[in-house]
């Protein structure tokens, strides 16, 4: 079985502002499968932005789970977070799917994992994917010695910068905020 890699996802909080984006590479082992994924999603008339990484189809999944999640409970992004990581947990058809999600909205910067981990990410730097470290590591770098950039240009940068230094990110950047 062709294992799929792809994907660096980054949120970050500065200064009131929240910003999420990711590459656009989807990779089948060795090879680029295609250069211009969609893997940012806006939800509830663009309030919430999601970002995913790992197989294609799985995130899709619990993107229509985490929507229905939303409806359940009015638009609150930490309470639908949760119930959502509890049924990924629990529900066998679920336990199964192979993603990672970073969920934004105004005020809330989360991931959210399989393993039932609801998780507010230290430093307000959320990153997710192969090529997260990196992205991770020049985000933080970003919030410390460029405090001026907007939360977007740190997103922006970080990404451009795992691009350079991960063989499965690509330039092709979608970066979105939350209304």
Not at 56 to 71: H, P, Q, R, V
Not at 83 to 90: Q, S, V
Request: hydrophobic share 45%.
């Amino acid at each position: 079985m062709t294992k799929i890699r792809s994907t660096t996802v980054l949120g970050v909080r500065h200064n009131g502002q929240i910003a999420i984006g990711a590459d656009g590479q989807a990779t089948m082992d060795k090879h680029v499968a295609k250069n211009n994924v969609r893997k940012i999603r806006k939800l509830q008339g663009g309030k919430i932005v999601t970002g995913f990484a790992g197989s294609t189809a799985d995130a899709f999944s619990l993107l229509d789970k985490f929507e229905e999640k939303l409806e359940s409970y009015g638009g609150n992004l930490k309470r639908a977070a949760i119930e959502l990581a509890k049924d990924w947990r629990k529900d066998q058809y679920l336990r199964k799917l192979e993603a990672m999600m970073i969920v934004v909205d105004k005020d809330e910067l989360l991931i959210i994992a399989g393993s039932g981990d609801v998780l507010e990410p230290d430093n307000d730097v959320a990153a997710i994917g192969s090529g997260s470290m990196f992205a991770q590591a020049a985000a933080l770098a970003l919030k410390k010695h460029a405090p001026h950039l907007t939360a977007r240009q740190m997103v922006e940068e970080a990404l451009h910068i795992a691009a350079d230094i991960c063989i499965y990110t690509n330039h092709n950047l979608i970066i979105e905020e939350p209304v």
